[in-house]
């Protein structure tokens, strides 16, 4: 498949940079800084390569370079930001930090007429972000578009395909930014438009049959859209005999999920469907730990051993391990992808030791890897779910587990589960649950003093949040109508007793998380 190649600097926004290219149906993927495709074959499918952003200026010790080898292969090369500071730096024009940083919106002038700006009106509006500028062209190069103070904003040397702009076409903010991101891979690298998840299924269909053979797959299923979606994928690549679906109920499960869960794993046609209630060991592992990311590890590793006692009852221990590991997962992770991506969480199903055991025998196979979270959602539309499961916000695979702060105990799951459900129950019946990319309830460790009757009490503080993004990366705080905010939240504290007081949640992805733990 035609693809773009995004080397990897460590700018917040190259995630961004991928998905936008698909978006409009082009392949692309990110690698690490200093990826260089094999020249024999590996070379057949990359069509171009986009240098991206980075928190380094060219100057810094230690500031991420590509092998320059990625300059010869003669391909089409559009430097954004970083990418377009190192292009001049290493081929010999200067770059130099101004008094002046650009930050923010900024009005583009065009010098010359370019391809990358084909379709584009002068005087559009990009975004910028740098504090070292363009201040002498490399050789070769020519100046194409320049900010309202008088600064380099696109340069190019059309006889080698180079380009580089010192906006971010990727980011929102930026007038026609998708557009020029199209005239870089179609326009000039003449890619064509092969990404699409009817391509994405028959490719992962034929390597799922090709890895695994007749031997058994294992996945385990948490309830979410992803693990639904791996199901479904791998029920339709393999005999439905082959796959085996185990769903071990954590005790940190929300409420219902349980029945809902194996009814919709019926409907998928499975067969060898196991359903395992291991509460008991879970919240047993867990008491007295308050740390988030060791009750993270706790939970990773309590999943995989309930699952290997129940694989040896039956008998399929050389199985495959199959994982609804997503691409923003390992972004996050800092695995696979960009070398210099900061390790934010340690996601269970990415980090364990056990899986990477499993790992270094080569028997896990993530079959969403590739995919963001709304692409999972098209593609589960693809093979058919029902949109009641597509819909689904997502669920961490820790669960509850990170949605109580602190210690958990047995009654405080409960009490979460309890509110949650409310919660997510008045969502969907004003109509709000579709509107929001993922709601939940979080019970924070603290009581506060409330009033009942005549009596002073403390009762739990429980926090609800609520999202708005287009893949988890980012979030914005969800617009809630206040009169919706105000009548839910006195219908969780008259229905949940433990519950006093109830607080919105307005931060913003970043700087928070999705998550409060
Ligand atoms: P954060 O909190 O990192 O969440 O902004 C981004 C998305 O990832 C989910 N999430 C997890 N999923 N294991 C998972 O499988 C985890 O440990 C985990 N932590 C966060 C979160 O619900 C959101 O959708």
């Known amino acids: 498949m035609d693809t773009i190649l995004i080397l990897d600097f460590g700018g917040q926004t190259c995630q961004l940079i991928s998905r936008r290219i698909r978006d409009f149906g082009v392949y692309s993927e990110i690698v690490a800084h200093d990826y260089v495709p094999a020249a024999n074959g590996g070379l057949k499918d990359i069509k171009g390569i986009i240098l991206s952003g980075s928190p380094y200026s060219v100057y810094d010790d230690g500031s991420p370079l590509p092998n320059p080898a990625i300059l010869d292969l003669g391909l089409p090369v559009l430097g954004i930001c970083y990418g377009l500071q190192y292009l001049t730096h290493s081929l010999g024009g200067k770059v130099a930090p101004l008094d002046k940083r650009e930050y923010g919106r900024m009005k583009l002038r065009f010098e010359t007429k370019s391809p990358l700006f084909s379709d584009v009106p002068d005087g559009f509006v990009s975004w910028m972000s740098h504090g070292d500028s363009i201040i002498k062209p490399a050789r070769g190069f020519t100046r194409t578009a320049v900010s309202e103070h008088g600064i380099a904003a696109a340069l190019e040397d059309p006889a080698k395909k180079f380009y580089g702009i010192q906006f971010h076409p990727e980011v929102t903010h930026c007038e026609y930014g998708v557009k020029i991101l199209e005239n870089f891979a179609v326009g000039i690298c003449g890619a064509r438009k092969q990404w699409s998840m009817k391509a994405y299924i028959e490719t992962v269909s034929r390597d799922l049959r090709e890895k695994v053979g007749n031997r058994n797959v294992l996945l385990l299923i948490s309830g979410g859209v992803d693990s639904t979606v791996v199901g479904a994928i791998l029920l339709k690549a393999l005999a439905p005999g082959q796959v085996h679906l185990m769903y071990i109920d954590t005790g940190l499960m929300r409420r219902g999920e349980s029945a809902e869960v194996s009814a919709s794993l019926k409907k998928l046609g499975a067969e060898n469907l196991h359903l395992i209630d291991a509460s008991d060991k879970f919240l047993a592992a867990l008491a007295g730990e308050a740390d988030p990311e060791r009750k993270r590890h706790i939970i990773g590793d309590m999943f995989i051993r309930v699952q290997e006692e129940e694989v040896a009852k039956l008998g399929i221990q050389d199985a495959f391990l199959a994982q609804g590991t997503l691409y923003t997962d390992l972004i996050e992770s800092g695995k696979g992808v960009g070398k210099k991506a900061h390790t ?36 589960g539309r693809e093979l058919g779910l029902p949109s009641e499961v597509i819909g689904r916000h997502p669920f961490p695979g820790p669960g509850l587990g990170v949605r109580i702060l602190g210690e958990l105990t047995r009654e405080k799951c409960d009490i979460l589960r309890e509110a949650d459900a409310v919660y997510i129950e008045e969502l969907k019946s004003r109509g709000l649950y579709d509107k929001i990319w993922q709601a939940f309830a979080v019970l924070l460790p603290v009581r506060s003093v409330g009033v009942t009757g005549d009596t002073r009490d403390y009762r739990y503080v429980l926090a609800l949040r609520a999202v708005v993004s287009h893949d988890g990366m980012t979030a914005d705080v969800f617009e809630f109508p206040a009169k919706d905010l105000l009548e839910i939240s006195s219908k969780i504290t008259n229905s949940v007793q433990q519950i006093g007081r109830v607080v919105y949640d307005v931060s913003s992805k970043p700087p928070a998380t999705i998550e409060w733990e």
């Open 344 to 379: 934010i969480k340690s996601h269970h199903n990415v980090r364990s030791p056990l899986v990477e055991e499993k790992r270094a025998k080569g028997l896990v196979i993530e079959p969403l890897d590739r995919l963001y979270k709304d692409e999972v959602r098209v593609l």
